[in-house]
């Protein structure tokens, strides 16, 4: 079936612009049955018999450069990497407040504090740094 969400097609197309490399997907939009039979939940992204379709599992060989590109683009709000299975959900869930982005069982729920602490971490991690050369040179 290619019952897709024609935003969710747009950002698709855009992330792989992004990645500027080819994705193999390996699970797009799928019937209530074959949902059920892989495992999938009543409410996924995948099914494309009653609604639209907004989620895909991609892979391309490195799932790491996918995931932490997919959590940067901005593009999705279901990035969820399956690391024994080595894919990538690229998912768009409109019902979902914030962002969800999941490496195996390990859950970040990611928001702007979020992203303001990384950057803030980022902040102390850069000065450490020019503390510790400014201390070397001074030793030299």
């Given at each position: ?8 097609l747009?950002?698709?197309?855009a ?6 490399k ?8 799928r ?17 494309c018999?009653t ?6 599992d991609?892979t ?21 990497w399956y ?30 504090s ?18 510790n ?8």
């Amino acid at each position: 079936r290619y019952n897709f969400d024609n935003e969710y097609l747009i950002r698709f197309q855009a992330f792989r612009y992004l990645l500027n490399k080819g994705l193999t997907v390996t699970s797009g939009g799928r019937c209530v049955k074959h949902n059920k039979a892989v495992g999938g939940v009543d409410t996924s992204c995948h099914q494309c018999e009653t609604k639209k379709a907004t989620a895909c599992d991609v892979t391309n060989g490195n799932c790491e450069e996918i995931y932490k590109k997919a959590c940067a683009s901005g593009l999705f709000n279901e990035v969820i990497w399956y690391v024994k299975r080595n894919i990538v959900h690229l998912g768009l869930d409109r019902n979902q407040r914030g962002n969800f982005f999941q490496i195996n069982k390990w859950i970040l729920i990611m928001t702007y504090s979020f992203t303001i602490a990384l950057c803030i971490h980022r902040a102390f991690y850069l000065f450490k740094c020019s503390q510790n050369a400014h201390r070397i040179s001074k030793n030299y």
